[in-house]
């Protein structure tokens, strides 16, 4: 081999050398560019990563309080009992305080309470009330709707026809409360008739042991009392007796209704309770209440009515009343005057009330107009 092929061949290895090194720092070089541009996607990556957990604690809390409401076997695990208005009724003094569940027919509707009845042979036994710490709890209930409720029972019981329970909440509206309704085992009403009965039992055997009073005759003595004729000087009595002996006073008389007054009662624990008097000859069933309250000259305060009358039926019964936890708050120790207006309607057709003009009752039954 010549010394010219000898530096053809070298030149072309060194050529070859060179190409090598330039494309091996090529390779080298651009292998690190993909490298930082891989640790871009791992970043994004690390970004959607911080922001799912961000996203899934929004979506529980407002999926977790649909998922608390209570049922009715959750109440009663809470120590409520389930229990009917005649039951209630039947043992109200064991029953004093005691946490129940029941279900009933709206007859009214207070600001912040809920009115049922206890009802025989057309005549109202019993009022209910049920007391709301939060009025909006009711502001979907209607008259004439089923409801369930629960709450405490007053510990004063029943006073003036009236049982109280109070710290009430709801448990259910319309059908599922209806519903609740007719699983209600009730007792039958047991009418407090046998005080009368017992009574007569326990004068007989105490009036033999009294017996030897005759023997000591001291009344006879006691006779001149009707010489002395003090009492005439007190007159005055029976003039104020009218303002607490009924009197006839006629509230309402149209569309086959008669609505009489018969004088009010002042129970000083309960209520201030206007009694009354209804004759339907309407052909009709009718409930009756009041709405447009007011007392002591324009005061708003609700005034309980509840009132059913069937066709053909008189019915006579405290079916009005002002409770005295109202006038308590309302810093009212006596009601002279209150106002109101009937509203009437079929048990068919609850939506069409008729409403009544204004009628006023003044606490003296001489001045009821």
């Known amino acids: 081999m010549d010394a010219k092929k000898k530096k053809i061949i070298i030149g072309v290895v060194a050529a070859?050398?060179?190409?090598?090194?330039?494309?091996?720092?090529?390779l080298v070089f651009g292998k690190g560019s993909d490298k930082k541009d891989d640790k871009k996607p791992?970043?994004?990556?690390a970004t959607e990563v911080t922001e799912k957990p961000t996203e899934k604690p929004t979506e529980k809390p407002t999926q977790k309080p649909t998922e608390k409401k209570e049922s009715f076997d959750d109440i009663i695990g809470q120590g409520y009992e389930k229990i009917g208005f005649a039951k209630l009724y039947n043992n109200i003094a064991k029953y004093k305080?005691?946490?129940?569940?029941?279900?009933?027919?709206?007859?009214?509707?207070?600001?912040?309470?809920?009115?049922?009845?206890?009802?025989?042979?057309?005549?109202?036994?019993?009022f209910y009330q049920f007391v709301?710490?939060?009025?909006?709890?009711?502001?979907?209930?209607?008259?004439?709707?089923?409801?369930?409720?629960?709450?405490?029972?007053?510990?004063k019981g029943a006073s003036a026809g009236?049982?109280?329970?109070?710290?009430?909440?709801?448990?259910?509206?319309?059908?599922?409360?209806?519903?609740?309704?007719?699983?209600?085992?009730d007792e039958e009403i047991q009418e407090p008739t046998k005080k009368p009965t017992e009574k007569p039992t326990e004068k007989p055997t105490d009036k033999p042991t009294e017996a030897p009073k005759p023997t000591e005759a001291p009344e006879p003595t006691e006779a001149p009392k009707p010489t002395e004729t003090p009492?005439?000087?007190?007159?005055?009595?029976p003039t104020e007796a009218p303002t607490e002996t009924p009197q006839d006073v006629v509230l309402y008389d149209a569309n086959?209704?008669?609505?009489?007054?018969?004088?009010?009662?002042?129970?000083?624990?309960m209520a201030m309770i206007y009694k009354l008097k209804v004759e339907n000859t309407s052909g009709k069933n009718y409930f009756i209440g009041t709405q447009d309250s007011t007392v002591n000259g324009g005061m708003p305060m609700d005034l309980v009515t509840f009132i059913v009358t069937e066709s053909g039926q008189e019915t006579e019964n405290p079916s009005m009343f002002i409770l005295r936890d109202d006038m308590i708050e309302a810093g009212?120790?006596?009601?002279?005057?209150?106002?109101?207006?009937?509203?009437?309607?079929?048990?068919?057709?609850?939506?069409?009330?008729?409403?009544?003009?204004?009628?006023?009752?003044?606490?003296?039954?001489?001045?009821?107009?």
Request: with cysteine; charged share 30%; net charge negative.
């Open 132 to 155: 709301f710490g939060k009025k909006d709890e009711i502001k979907d209930a209607k008259r004439g709707e089923y409801i369930a409720i629960y709450g405490i029972v007053n510990p």
């Open 42 to 45: 791992v970043e994004t990556t």
């Open 16 to 26: 070859l050398v060179v190409v090598g090194i330039v494309v091996t720092c090529i």
């Open 332 to 369: 009212i120790e006596s009601i002279s005057e209150v106002k109101f207006k009937y509203y009437i309607f079929e048990f068919e057709d609850l939506d069409h009330p008729i409403i009544s003009d204004e009628i006023t009752i003044l606490s003296s039954l001489n001045d009821n107009h």
């Open 97 to 126: 305080g005691s946490k129940i569940l029941t279900a009933f027919q709206v007859k009214d509707l207070g600001d912040s309470s809920v009115y049922g009845t206890l009802e025989k042979d057309n005549k109202v036994l019993s």
């Open 231 to 237: 009492e005439p000087t007190e007159a005055p009595e």
């Open 162 to 185: 009236t049982i109280q329970v109070d710290e009430c909440h709801i448990a259910a509206f319309g059908k599922e409360a209806k519903e609740f309704f007719d699983t209600i085992k």
């Open 256 to 269: 086959g209704l008669k609505i009489t007054y018969l004088g009010f009662e002042d129970d000083e624990d």
